[in-house]
């Protein structure tokens, strides 16, 4: 049932990639005779509207690493991983609510900026670096690799000798036009990339769940996966799964994964960024809610084919026989690939004509993602480094000029370092468990910074420091805990250090740069409360079926 690539399916794909680069260029044209400012490249011009804003943050947030990974999780441990995504969408009501109107007040380019603002250069510098280690050695790296082993699956070979040719295909890609466009590139072709992400992902679902059983039928398929793999449809797992170091049940709703949801969602440079560059403080909240409506959707695009796979590879009672199944997710040498979950579904059951589509949408996904996290490590680097740094006197040319060639540096880079990873069994855990090690301690400087006037800079120094070797000794430990565990026990002993600092060395003063708090700063409009309460209500009674 494998069928191939046609020149329908060449050709769809390429009209594809050729009216995003199209969108991308013109995007980035400035008026004759005037050159672009650093708020032009890094900020889009501050002129983005709602919908843009909630397209684009889903287009750079969904990607190989949701595509391919989070499939894979779907395959292993089934809804559980879909946590992630419908938490997501109750983070981004509060960073909308009490993170945005901050950040938008203060004229931020950069998220490292905020602490050279309430703490000093020093602390700015070590994050700043923090950050773009971070997108280049995990980000970047992991969305290529995924990117190219689900093309090399699905139009490749399919035994990994494609998958350098297109590393280097889709890093191509992305500069084409994020390089010279810069933010308004991206933001404005992330509208069609997330548009073809959603109709190409749920064509991919609605396929797949057809084919599960021989007589067909949506209904049917969806009614055979639930019933034959009923333990893949709770949220929260027990203690005697062994997913449970990855999913640590109730944890998933109290513990670590707002740890891992507030840092993604409201201090990660090339998500807020879309924010900051909104027309005005309503246009990013109200994008924030529309990103939080489309987070509720994704689990039936990237989870539910995991789990399609999984019925598909053990065969239970009632399921189509498909040859070569059991092949396709052994690896060389023994051991199972969850994470070909998705690329082998498209690869056996998309038709010739659609499946130009659909590849067109997952490559969307990567494409948009890589030139996100390639435009926010430029902005760190150019603005928290090359200007306070090398050139303090850099005109709007320059900005933007190293701004151009630090995407091309980073990308290089990710490139030659992306095929290493080829070992690592679920790609979507990896990136979480390695991002983990630096979040908790960001976060806990942030949250103190923020909301406790008190927080010194020498604390949040030694804070952010020590959250390190804090991070690592839970991870290696003699006594095993799950990851998220150890995020939110070095997030919680890290704010304590900063507290105890604080209280020591700045004999219990306010510290002279704090956030001024006010009641009116956190007031919403009335679409936005709206918003906010039915995302709660489906969140509510989602985790209340699926428990």
Do not use: C
């Not at 684009?56 to 395959?75: C, H, P, Y």
């Not at 995924?146 to 000798?161: E, M, Q, R, V």
């Not at 797949?208 to 034959?228: L, M, N, Q, R």
């Not at 704010?495 to 600092?501: D, E, F, H, P, Y």
């Amino acid at each position: 049932m494998n069928q191939g690539f046609t020149y329908i399916d060449y050709g769809i794909f390429g009209l594809y990639a050729l009216i995003i680069i199209a969108v991308g260029l013109y995007a980035s044209r400035t008026k004759k005779g005037v050159d672009k400012t650093a708020e032009d490249y890094f900020l889009a011009g501050k002129t983005l509207p709602w919908w843009a804003i909630g397209a684009s943050l889903i287009a750079a947030n969904i990607s190989a690493e949701q595509f391919i990974g989070m499939s894979g999780s779907g395959f292993a441990v089934g809804l559980a991983i879909a946590s992630y995504e419908w938490m997501a969408a109750v983070t981004l009501l509060i960073v909308a609510k009490y993170l945005l109107p901050i950040f938008i007040r203060q004229g931020l380019f950069t998220i490292p900026e905020f602490i050279e603002k309430r703490f000093n250069t020093k602390l700015k510098t070590i994050l700043a670096v923090f950050w773009i280690s971070l997108f280049i050695f995990v980000n970047l790296t992991s969305v290529l690799f995924l990117g190219a082993k689900a093309l090399d699956t699905i139009i490749g070979t399919g035994d990994g000798s494609t998958i350098i040719y297109f590393i280097a295909g889709l890093a191509l890609f992305a500069a084409a036009y994020s390089v010279w466009g810069g933010l308004s590139a991206v933001a404005w072709t992330d509208v069609i990339q997330v548009t073809l992400l959603v109709i190409g992902g749920l064509i991919t679902s609605f396929i797949a769940i057809d084919h599960v059983t021989p007589e067909g039928g949506i209904i049917k398929g969806f009614s055979h996966i639930y019933h034959t793999a009923g333990d893949k449809f709770h949220m929260i797992i027990k203690r005697d799964n062994p997913e449970f170091m990855n999913l640590p049940g109730i944890a998933m709703l109290v513990g670590g994964l707002w740890v891992a949801n507030l840092y993604y969602w409201g201090f990660n440079q090339y998500i807020i960024q879309r924010a900051l560059a909104a027309k005005s403080l309503k246009e990013a909240q109200r994008g924030l809610a529309f990103a939080g409506f489309l987070k509720l959707i994704i689990p039936l695009i990237v989870v539910i084919p995991g789990i399609v796979a999984f019925v598909m590879y053990t065969q239970p009672e009632g399921t189509s026989i498909i040859g070569g199944v059991k092949d396709a997710f052994t690896k060389t040498g023994g051991g199972l690939d969850v994470d070909r979950a998705y690329p082998w579904l498209i690869g056996t059951f998309i038709p010739p004509g659609i499946k130009g589509l659909v590849v067109a949408a997952l490559s969307a996904a990567i494409v948009s993602s890589l030139a996100s996290m390639l435009n926010s490590a430029s902005t760190i680097f150019t603005m928290d480094i090359y200007k306070p740094y090398i050139n303090k006197s850099a005109s709007n040319k320059d900005l933007v000029k190293t701004g151009r060639i630090s995407v091309l540096a980073a990308l290089a880079v990710a490139a030659l370092l992306a095929p290493q990873l080829g070992s690592l069994p679920q790609m979507f855990q990896y990136i979480q468990e390695y991002t983990g090690l630096v979040s908790p301690g960001i976060l806990a400087v942030f949250l103190m910074g923020l909301f406790w006037k008190k927080a010194s800079t020498k604390a949040a120094i030694t804070g952010v420091i020590s959250s390190i070797p804090i991070a690592l000794g839970f991870k290696f430990m003699p006594i095993e805990m799950p990851f998220l565990d150890q995020m939110l026990y070095t997030m919680l002993i890290t704010m304590v250090i900063i507290l105890g600092v604080s209280l020591s060395l700045g004999e219990g003063d306010d510290n002279p740069k704090a956030i001024p708090l006010l009641k009116e700063t956190f007031v919403t409009d009335k679409v936005f409360n709206v918003s906010a309460y039915a995302i709660l209500t489906i969140v509510v009674v989602l985790y209340s079926v699926f428990w």
